[in-house]
């Protein structure tokens, strides 16, 4: 039987669970470059800009700020310079965030966007079939990793546990890439 979002079965409820319909609305990441994150983010992978705004006072100083979206939300992505302007990306070793996960919806989505970084010559780092979804790992300009994703068919996930990763091919992947209307 499948929950509201999908249909793992939770190793451990929770004594008092969170609404089962919550989704991760917008994810905010520090910056050292806004018009260099415009660029990935835009240019590369193809959000829209929704806001954007130069010497915003925010965490006790100011920077500048972008908002991207895909579809119409409000935003997806936040880029901030507060406190990180020309600053490097986090080192190996510490605590924080691992990797933020854009959801595509197919596969052949999925396949258009890693196409886009390939021809940008975006480095990839891992690409991996998890059984239950495809998922390509990559660092942006400010070296914050993300994945980007495709999710099978509930009908056609493999559980946890089972050594479900195995390598997925980005010539295979590709294939999948609609030819430009």
Request: hydrophobic residues 35%; without cysteine.
């Amino acid at each position: 039987m499948s929950g509201p979002q999908g249909p793992t079965e939770p190793m451990r409820r929770a004594e008092r669970p969170i609404d089962p319909n919550v989704r991760i609305g917008h994810v905010h990441l520090r910056t050292a470059d806004i018009d260099r994150v415009r660029d990935f983010y835009v240019g590369i992978l193809g959000f829209d800009v929704v806001f954007e705004a130069r010497d915003v006072p925010g965490w006790g100083t100011t920077g500048d700020i972008l908002f991207v979206s895909a579809g119409g939300y409000h935003h997806h992505l936040g880029f901030n310079t507060w406190k990180s302007a020309g600053g490097s990306p986090q080192p190996d070793g510490v605590a924080g965030l691992h990797h933020v996960a854009l959801l595509f919806s197919s596969r052949e989505q999925l396949a258009e966007a890693v196409g886009r970084l390939v021809d940008a010559g975006v480095p990839l780092r891992q690409l991996t079939d998890h059984g239950t979804h495809l998922a390509v790992y990559l660092s942006d300009p400010d070296g914050n990793d993300l994945e980007l994703a495709w999710d099978r068919p509930w009908d056609d996930w493999r559980s946890f546990g089972s050594g479900i990763d195995t390598p997925l091919e980005l010539d295979e992947l590709l294939t999948h890439r609609q030819a430009p209307a």
